[in-house]
């Protein structure tokens, strides 16, 4: 089992839509949690970093975090289609762990249709 | 501002044969990485470096070299290709391990 499972999709919604993005991890070491995405044949951009558990909020963007749970989400509101995408979620132990080296999910595929 | 810059963009080996992917950025940034991207596996770790004449070895480095003789530059060398590292490789750079990575365009890379 990998330390961090993300479910690949497709995820396909609809204009407007609210898109709740997820992952799971195995390792309580985790502190850091980030959200990058990936247009098609491109690299990966970061969209959101958090610390530790709570939610974080960037405009139609929201991450949450629940340690307890070790389980991560990314919200997107009124979703667009400029929002279609791969979305992978990463995360790290730090320097308590020893190592800001981040393990990666596999990437959810987002398609939002007109 | 040219950010990560990764060269060839498209790159067709044939088994056995050897070649250097070209990474290089201008931000300045201590810490560079190599991964590679197959579908169903997210991105893996090749190598790192966390400053010129520094690196190690991320969860897959088998077949793989890098050096870091400068800040800008942090080459991945093939050498023997084989059709599993059929793949695309990204090459990422940040100021520091714990700050925002950037990541170059690609290098999509296919051995036959």
């Known amino acids: 089992q990998k330390e961090v499972e993300q479910d690949p999709g497709p995820l396909s919604v609809p204009e407007g839509a609210i898109v709740s993005l997820n992952c799971t991890y195995s390792n309580s070491a985790f502190q850091y949690f980030m959200w990058y995405r990936q247009y098609s044949r491109k690299g990966p951009e970061l969209l959101m970093y958090t610390y530790s558990s709570g939610n974080k909020e960037d405009g139609r963007f929201t991450a949450q975090v629940d340690k307890s749970s070790k389980y991560i989400s990314l919200f997107i509101r009124d979703s667009q289609p400029s929002d279609s995408a791969t979305y992978l979620c990463a995360m790290s132990e730090g320097l308590s762990g020893g190592s800001y080296i981040p393990t990666f999910g596999r990437g959810t595929s987002l398609i939002v249709h007109p | 501002n040219a950010g990560v810059t990764q060269t060839p963009k498209f790159q067709v080996l044939k088994t056995g044969q050897s070649m250097t992917l070209q990474c290089a950025q201008d931000m300045n940034h201590e810490y560079m990485s190599w991964y590679r991207q197959d579908p169903g596996m997210g991105l893996r770790l090749i190598h790192y470096?966390?400053?010129?004449?520094?690196?190690d070895q991320g969860e897959v480095p088998n077949g793989y070299n890098v050096s870091r003789s400068t800040t800008e530059d942090f080459p991945l060398r093939l050498l023997s290709a084989a059709p599993s590292q059929t793949s695309v490789y990204f090459c990422?750079?940040?100021?520091?391990?714990?700050?925002?990575?950037?990541f170059g365009q690609g290098t999509r890379l296919t051995v036959v």
């Open positions: 470096s966390v400053g010129a004449g520094i690196t």
């Open positions: 990422a750079s940040s100021k520091t391990e714990n700050t925002e990575a950037f």
